[in-house]
């Protein structure tokens, strides 16, 4: 395999992971890689850390630039970048060293344009236990069953991480600016565009989970571009592929859950609270009869059914509870 990897590393006031982050692709066991960091205007100590970086590793090239957000950063990376694979790694996770050797040698072995892995997801601090990768599956997944694990969040997400792409998925394709949820703003674009698609089980991309990012963040109007565009996707599967319509419609509800919690924690967005309820008891049948639905979104549906106003105290105690521990 002599085929270069571009790991394209967007940075933002990360000091505190960046370096973990890029060690972790040194010490790839498959050495044809770029390591491409996009210093995105960080007004902590990144930027000098990324150029210490750099002195260390003749594969590390920094490019500093005006803060212009996480979708500019990447594709800014693009641009930059001469590997005939690109990687997506973001500066709070890494990876294992084994990880881009298995994805490359997916993708060369089944020729496949796009090779996905599942995620491992971890807490700072927290013990992690690595996967077998002896016990490693490799296999060929048409998009269909690409399209139903990325709904279901089964081993595969709409993240852009966690992914090696040929090079060519970017041509007239990028990652849209200044618009949150960029990842699934181009999922669809980029599987359409896959003569091909493998993945392999090993979870070897380890994903912090940072409550203050997660859980907790604040709500704001532009969020709501989520909604239309999985609205949007909706629509297409219905189309095209349309055995999947209950998967697309359980990840559309996800999604009005998701913005829901951060909305009606907040009088101001109440209004978008209503419409979110609204978009969610539209489809209350549904919910409440197909098993595809856990019991968690069955409950919150009948809080809902009862009044707007009873869910937000359920909300307000689960966050209390998830601050707490």
């Not at 995620?119 to 700072?124: A, H, I, R, S």
């Not at 690409?146 to 060519?168: E, G």
Request: net charge positive; aromatic share 12%.
């Amino acid at each position: 395999m002599n085929d270069k990897v571009s790991v394209i590393i967007p940075v933002y006031n990360v000091h505190r992971y960046i370096e973990r982050c890029v060690k972790s692709v040194i010490d790839q066991t498959y050495r044809n890689i770029e390591i491409i960091l996009v210093d995105d205007g960080s007004t902590d100590n990144s930027g000098q850390i990324c150029d210490s970086l750099r002195e260390k590793d003749s594969r590390v090239k920094v490019y500093h630039k005006n803060n212009g957000g996480l979708s500019d950063a990447r594709n800014y990376g693009i641009i930059k970048s001469n590997g005939d694979y690109i990687f997506f790694l973001d500066s709070d996770d890494y990876i294992s060293m084994e990880l881009i050797e298995l994805l490359l040698h997916s993708s060369i072995y089944h020729k496949t344009d796009l090779v996905i892995s599942g995620l491992y997801d971890f807490y700072e601090g927290e013990l992690i236990r690595p996967d077998d990768i002896k016990k490693n599956k490799d296999f060929i997944i048409s998009k269909e069953e690409c399209y139903r694990k990325m709904f279901v969040q089964d081993q595969i997400d709409v993240n852009a991480t966690a992914k090696l792409y040929k090079r060519q998925l970017f041509n007239g394709i990028q990652f849209p600016v200044g618009l949150p949820y960029e990842d699934i703003q181009i999922v669809d674009k980029i599987v359409e565009k896959c003569r091909s698609i493998s993945a392999i089980t090993y979870r070897g991309y380890y994903y912090l989970q940072r409550p203050d990012s997660i859980m907790y963040s604040s709500m704001s109007k532009d969020k709501l571009i989520l909604i239309d565009k999985m609205e949007e996707l909706l629509n297409f599967i219905k189309s095209k592929y349309p055995n999947l319509e209950i998967y697309a419609l359980r990840r559309y509800i996800y999604c009005n859950f998701h913005l829901l919690g951060r909305s009606i924690i907040n009088d101001q967005f109440m209004d978008t609270s209503r419409q979110l309820r609204k978009n969610i008891l539209k489809y209350k049948k549904t919910i409440l009869t197909s098993g595809i639905f856990s019991n968690k979104e069955k409950i919150a549906t009948l809080i809902l059914c009862i009044d707007i106003h009873i869910y937000k105290k359920f909300w307000e105690a689960f966050v209390f509870y998830r601050k707490r521990n």
